[in-house]
């Protein structure tokens, strides 16, 4: 039992001596690696943000751009949607003046795992006051980002393989040239609706876009639904909607994800409408 | 409900609480506690998988109450009767998808029944109890002192063989039990005789293994996915392998001391069942130390009733061989994982041919270490990727993808650093064993436990299931 008892104080005294550590020096970060410290960074940062955007992984072409200024969050969210991280905004009372939502993937699901575990109580707010529960100040990858610079890997540099990318092409054109349930996918964004229009009540602009992606995917059957959804949505309720960037063909990854060089001139692009009037 | 949730915590201090009140003790209503625990704990997902698990328990409890009471003759006869119903659910549940899927899409047989083979649900933890009661019939068989009491009444033959088989901590993904090891346990436990400081380590350490550096190595492991991992150079994919191969150890060896340290609590010893398995220098030696109550199940209740290595070296290699490939179906009702088993049982046939009698001696080999360490891990593959073609792919990958730049960055960097945990955890074994004296790593012991601790709660990855609950 002393043993035990000895093991208990140690335990104590690291997590203490941890705690105390992260009141005196808030961690940093500059890259997320998992959904959750990304929500964890926006909800319990004291940061007050003007704007954000929220998205997939696909918005991760903004990363570290300065495109809407320096009091923003960029709010994507790895393999879902923008629907979690508009109700991510809704859970956490931070509400931004002006909101940017990704469409390409809405379609997506809302991740209520991912949610329920940030804002189920007790530990919810008990993180507010024990930082060493939030996951975004795990020790060693924040050791570890010292030891060897963070990098954004939802952007790559070139393009894979030829074989590769046909591959990958073929799987996103299963994925976005037909809709399995048209009712389905309705309802789903009229949920979302519910969360924009409810934002957008409490003073928030709303502005929509879609990340460019390959050029074959651009007229398929699923996002051109989304598209016309959201154009219509924005015409009928006053928001925004940034028109895509028809000029040219961006490339990609894996027919999704930007390349750097594509990820930078999409940004200017979206500076370029940011700046136009009447936004 | 997983270890690592919250709902087992609150679920645990009420079982725990109840347990040892004195009330409850003295009524000899300890057993009837974790009975009602144990199904509430199986039933929390998924109720109706209860009914399946209850319709086990009461066949096993009939055919051993009557093995119990009948003469051998007819006891052989009930024995049989039972041992094919517990493989007949298993076949049902497990594997009645995989043989429906083939037939259809090979002989492209299509009928109302095949497509609803297709869909029949797989119940967690089924390949576990079913063993464990296919255990119980033949041990009883063998020697009816295994009840360990003369008096049993039926009633009380239904709580202990209920408890045997759905003990909630062994119930999902083992170590798979022995009724002759663990009936005789069954009796009045005492909260004073709690060896704490034992069943506190394991659990410590077994949360360490899963939170800590399985569900972490797991977000990094996703990437081994087919066709994306073609995309990555040769390093990078051994690198991925190692971490998949660390993970997969980390995930169950956790698990089972997570289940040995709560066997412990509530004063049941469970067995080992991972003795440090990536140092063994054989074949035979890493079926010794990797999930030891399935290969002694194995051992007992299929290599030796098959003649083991009693009937000549031909027919000693084919039991072997024919052991691990069914071995390797009780993984996963997929050929993925036939072929897993049946390369297993390829290399111990190998090695006992090269090697014969010098496989007994103890001396180890670190050649040997490095060459299983790297085919156990490669064999790992058909278990991360669902298909067999992937698998290829990833071969194919490796030697094609020379050319490609090796990547090393924050998340290599992490990966290699959640290996070398394991990698310390097994060379702790070889230090403590190489060394007479280890007073001082006694004496540290408190401080490192409390460090892995503090681990737990402050780095560890995002919640998983436990890769052995598929199974």
Redo the contacts between chains.
């Keep these: 039992?002393k043993?035990?008892g000895?093991?208990?104080?140690?335990?104590c005294?690291?997590?203490a001596s941890?705690n105390l550590f992260l009141y005196a020096y808030p961690l940093k970060k500059t890259?997320f690696?998992?959904n959750?410290e990304r929500v964890e960074e926006y909800v319990y940062s004291n940061k007050k943000y003007t704007s954000v955007i929220v998205g997939s992984s696909l918005s991760g072409a903004f990363e570290g751009k300065e495109v809407f200024g320096k009091n923003h969050f960029n709010f994507y969210l790895h393999f879902t949607g923008a629907g979690t991280g508009i109700d991510a905004i809704r859970r956490s009372e931070k509400i931004p003046e002006k909101l940017f939502i990704e469409i390409n993937y809405i379609k997506r699901p809302v991740n209520k795992v991912l949610l329920n575990?940030v804002f189920d109580e007790p530990?919810y707010n008990l993180r507010h006051y024990l930082p060493?529960?939030q996951?975004k100040?795990?020790?060693?990858?924040n050791l570890?980002?010292r030891?060897?610079?963070?990098?954004n890997?939802t952007v790559n540099k070139k393009r894979?393989?030829e074989?590769?990318y046909n591959?990958?092409i073929e799987?996103a054109k299963s994925e976005w040239s037909s809709i399995d349930d048209t009712i389905l996918l309705k309802k789903h964004l009229d949920s979302i609706k519910q969360g924009i229009v409810e934002l957008a009540a409490r003073g928030v602009t709303i502005y929509f876009y879609e990340i460019p992606m390959d050029s074959s995917l651009n007229n398929s059957a699923l996002i051109v639904f989304q598209r016309a959804y959201f154009t219509k949505l924005a015409s009928d309720m006053g928001y925004k909607f940034i028109e895509n960037d028809n000029s040219r063909d961006y490339n990609t990854g894996d027919g999704l994800h930007l390349l750097k060089e594509d990820a930078d001139i999409y940004a200017e692009y979206f500076k370029s409408k940011l700046q136009e009037k009447p936004f | 409900m997983l270890f690592n949730s919250y709902a087992f915590l609150i679920f645990f201090i009420i079982t725990f609480t109840l347990y040892y009140l004195p009330l409850i003790i003295v009524k000899k209503n300890q057993l009837v506690i974790l009975l009602l625990a144990s199904f509430f704990f199986y039933s929390f997902e998924k109720p109706v998988l209860l009914l399946l698990l209850l319709f086990s328990v009461i066949i096993n409890t009939l055919c051993s109450y009557s093995i119990y009471r009948v003469n051998q003759k007819k006891a052989k006869i009930i024995l049989t009767l039972g041992v094919i119903f517990n493989l007949v659910i298993l076949a049902f549940f497990k594997y009645s998808p995989l043989i429906s899927t083939t037939l259809s899409k090979e002989l492209n047989i299509s009928n109302d029944f095949l497509n609803f083979l297709i869909t029949v649900p797989l119940p967690v933890g089924i390949s576990f109890y079913t063993f464990e009661g296919i255990s119980l019939l033949v041990d009883l068989q063998k020697g009816k002192a295994v009840l360990h009491s003369k008096t049993n009444s039926f009633y009380e033959h239904l709580t202990k063989t209920a408890f045997f088989i759905s003990f909630f901590p062994h119930l999902i993904a083992g170590p798979i039990l022995k009724a002759k090891e663990f009936y005789p346990q069954m009796g009045i436990k005492l909260f004073k005789d709690i060896a704490w400081e034992d069943a506190l380590k394991k659990i410590i350490l077994g949360f360490f293994l899963k939170m800590v550096v399985a569900d972490n190595l797991k977000d990094m492991t996703a990437h081994l996915v087919f066709p994306y991992f073609q995309g990555l150079s040769t390093g990078n994919l051994l690198l991925l392998l190692l971490g998949y191969s660390m993970q997969i150890f980390a995930d169950f060896a956790g698990y089972s001391l997570i289940a040995i340290g709560l066997g412990g609590l509530f004063g049941y010893k469970l067995p080992k069942n991972f003795n440090f398995p990536y140092i063994a220098s054989s074949f035979s030696e890493f079926w010794r130390r990797w999930h030891i109550s399935l290969s002694t199940w194995l051992r007992n209740y299929l290599y030796i009733p098959l003649g083991g290595n009693k009937k000549g070296e031909v027919r000693t290699y084919l039991n072997l061989f024919i052991v691990m490939l069914l071995g390797g179906f009780w993984h996963g009702a997929a050929w993925s994982y036939g072929i897993w088993g049946a390369m297993h049982g390829f290399f111990l046939m190998m090695e006992r041919w090269i090697f014969k009698d010098k496989l007994k001696e103890e001396k180890r080999s670190y050649a040997g270490m490095i060459f299983v360490f790297v085919v156990v891990s490669f064999l790992w593959l058909l278990f991360k990727l669902p298909e067999f073609s992937h698998v290829m792919a990833f071969f194919v990958s490796i030697f094609k993808n020379t050319g490609i730049t090796f990547k090393f960055g924050i998340h290599e960097l992490a990966l290699l650093c959640y290996c070398s945990f394991v990698a310390l955890y097994h060379l702790s074994y070889l230090v403590s064993h190489s060394f007479t004296s280890n007073r001082k790593f006694i004496k540290l012991e408190p401080a490192i436990y409390g460090f892995l601790l503090f681990l737990i709660f402050t780095n560890s990855g995002s919640q998983g299931a436990f890769i052995y609950f598929q199974f």
């Excluded at chain 1, 000895?6 to 335990?11: A, D, G, P």
């Excluded at chain 1, 100040?137 to 990858?141: A, F, Q, S, V, Y």
């Excluded at chain 1, 030891?147 to 990098?151: I, R, S, T």
């Design positions: 039992m043993k035990i000895f093991l208990l104080l140690f335990t005294f690291f997590l941890y890259v690696y998992t959750v575990y530990i060493f529960l996951t100040n795990k020790l060693l990858p570890m980002d030891v060897k610079a963070p990098a890997n894979p393989p074989k590769l591959e990958l799987i």
